[in-house]
């Protein structure tokens, strides 16, 4: 397939790093967001140079604020060129009781997940109309699909996530540009391995593959959706999550 440009955002992360080697794989060129670790910036550069990437650039920015994302795909314009893939992956939780969450808690999981994906999007999305090509993935959660528990901020973001997606489909389904979203189930990255030890076991045993899912999976399924071969899917919510949820 034809080399185009792909960004990643948080892609420094367990699922992030994952979801840049594939596509760099894919031949690529691969641009991340980071907020503040710097210090790997190298290591992630060197990685993707490993897998084939025919280049990796690593801006920096807040993606829950408009202006740093606007200064980033300035800089990402200049240094790297135009974006035709878009994955908004960039994503925290502050788990906590209903009872017990804070305005603060709610307020940074709703800006970090849901803002995000209209302060990054509305950068590149012109363009890729435009163009007449584009790929627009969002990384929600099965959470974001069936509620969960301690995270009425972070199921809440990652639901807002789809109805971003079902609506911004609609509208750009006539100009080339598929809008998806994928709704990863508990994977071994360290936003699962920071649970408590027994709540992460009591939750793996409800998976009918009875395993957590590794991150690389969920890169090759974005892969995928970033192809030539994925035009003909747009606003669709792609579970991938070992059978924990199912409709
Ligand atoms: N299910 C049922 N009851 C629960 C519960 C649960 N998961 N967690 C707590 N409770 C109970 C408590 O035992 C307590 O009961 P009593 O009042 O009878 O003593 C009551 O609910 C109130 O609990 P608290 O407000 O004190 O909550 P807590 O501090 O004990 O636990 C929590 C809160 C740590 C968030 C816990 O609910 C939890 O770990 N939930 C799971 C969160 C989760 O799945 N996070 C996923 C992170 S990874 C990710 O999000 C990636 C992805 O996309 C999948």
Known sequence: MSQKTALVTGGLGGLGSAICERLGRAGHAVVTTYTSDKGRVAQWREHMQGC????????????????????????????????DILVNNAGITQDSSFKKMSHE????????????VFNVTKQFADGMAERGWGRIINVA?????????????YAASKAGMHGFTMSLAREMA???VTVNTVSPGYLATDMVMDMKEEVRQQIIETIP?????????????IAYLASEDAGFITGANVDINGGLHME
Request: glycine content about 12%; charged content about 25%.
């Open 209 to 221: 593959v009875q395993r957590l899912g590794e991150p690389d999976e969920i890169g090759s399924l």
């Open 52 to 83: 084939g990437a025919p280049s990796a650039y690593a801006a920096q920015c807040d993606v829950s604020d408009w202006d740093s994302c606007a200064a980033m795909a300035e800089e990402v314009r200049s240094q790297v060129g135009e974006v």
């Open 105 to 116: 808690g709610w307020d940074q999981v709703l800006r970090t997940n849901l803002d995000s």
């Open 141 to 153: 959660s099965v959470n974001g699909r069936k509620g969960q528990f301690g995270q009425c901020n």
């Open 174 to 176: 006539r100009k080339g």
